[in-house]
């Protein structure tokens, strides 16, 4: 049974690894996830803001003035409230790389370049294997044109490329009014992948202190769904190496992942809720499917439910959408279904 694929130009042992997250902030966790069969480490994201300033000079200027602002400002996270700073990120980078076998993917995100070229060339240096970048971005000006939203990601994501010889993956937002556009402008400029996708968190309102409150809602294999469609749609269209992040919690949704066109599994939200030993039950679970299933490699898998071999893909989506309407039949009818089940 063969379970190698190959993933931003590296090979790799299985599809799966966890995705960023403060798992591997902790070297014990990150020799448990290896352990687990990880095939590769993400790291959790270095954020621009804590780039800008140096030492984080910009946080404490917030602090100092946290009383004339709190409202704005309780939004911004403390110094103390980040795991690394970026000189201890460059030394995680290097101790994961010391403790591991299997590749060490970095992870930057923000919204302009301020900062993000020179700290992308140190990553290399300390010697991460790639570079995932997240341009985690929620336009709110009704003067932003989604061609001006768009143009943050062809400016920051190739820039970061033609400044590093590592592979560069972005990891994008499902928002984007034609997402196979996009992809094909970051594969003009010589990205090597895709991650599918970054998920927004949703802040909360409390209603009786009239404050709003972040919250972190972890993913389910609802989420999936989403995923699915669109690595279905540009595994058709693109030579770019794809990666599914969001609702991947069992070894189903992990075949799914793979069938729709994923060349690699992150695996965020299930390893938080069970540990990383959790991974090793999916790689387990995935294997005896294939087993079952007669399939002898990945090569057989990825990609085989894409939208490759529909001719029209657009007609595809459409009729798809028409038979999902018309298969709702009312409550009515759904009651009467129950009844009937009931009684007999």
């Not at 970061?160 to 499902?174: N, Y």
């Not at 202190?209 to 993913?219: F, Q």
């Not at 066109?261 to 959790?278: D, E, I, T």
Request: include cysteine; charged fraction near 20%; proline fraction near 5%.
């Amino acid at each position: 049974m063969n379970l190698s694929t190959t993933y931003l130009g590296l090979h790799l042992a299985n599809p799966f690894m966890p995705g960023a997250s403060p798992l591997v902030d902790d070297l014990d966790n990150v020799k448990r996830l290896e352990d687990a069969g990880a095939s590769a480490i993400v790291m959790h994201s270095l954020f621009e803001e804590q780039l800008k300033g140096e030492q984080l000079a910009n946080i404490y200027v917030m602090e100092a003035f946290s009383d004339a602002y709190a409202e704005a400002l309780s939004y911004f996270p403390r110094a103390e409230e980040f795991k690394l700073t970026p000189e201890a990120y460059l030394k995680q980078v290097q101790a994961i790389k010391k403790a591991v076998q299997v590749p060490v993917i970095a992870s930057l995100n923000g919204t302009t370049l301020s900062g993000w070229l020179d700290y992308a060339k140190q990553i290399q240096q300390a010697g991460a294997d790639a570079l995932e970048i997240n341009v985690y971005y929620l336009p709110t000006d009704p003067q932003e044109t989604g061609e001006a939203v768009e143009k943050r990601v062809l400016e920051i994501a190739p820039a970061v490329k033609r400044a590093i010889t590592i592979p560069v993956a972005v990891k994008l937002s499902p928002f984007f009014s034609s997402l196979p556009n996009l992809a094909f402008q970051l594969e003009t400029h010589g990205l090597d992948g895709l991650v599918v996708f970054n998920r927004f968190y949703q802040p909360d309102i409390d209603i009786e202190n009239l404050e709003v409150v972040p919250r972190l809602k972890l993913s389910d294999s609802s989420e999936l769904l989403l995923r699915l469609r669109w690595l279905a749609i540009l595994a058709r269209q693109s030579r770019m190496s794809l990666a599914c992040s969001g609702g991947v919690h069992t070894a189903a949704d992990a075949i799914k992942a793979l069938m729709a066109g994923a060349n690699a599994v992150q695996v965020v939200s299930a390893l938080l809720m069970r540990g990383p030993g959790h991974l090793k039950t999916i790689i387990q679970d995935v294997r005896k499917w294939m087993e079952e299933h007669e399939y002898s490699s990945m090569r057989q898998m990825i990609g085989s439910m894409s939208l490759s071999r529909c001719p029209d893909p657009a007609a595809f989506e459409r009729a798809n959408y028409m038979r999902v309407l018309q298969s709702w039949r009312g409550v009515d009818a759904y009651n009467q279904q129950v009844s009937r089940l009931s009684v007999s």
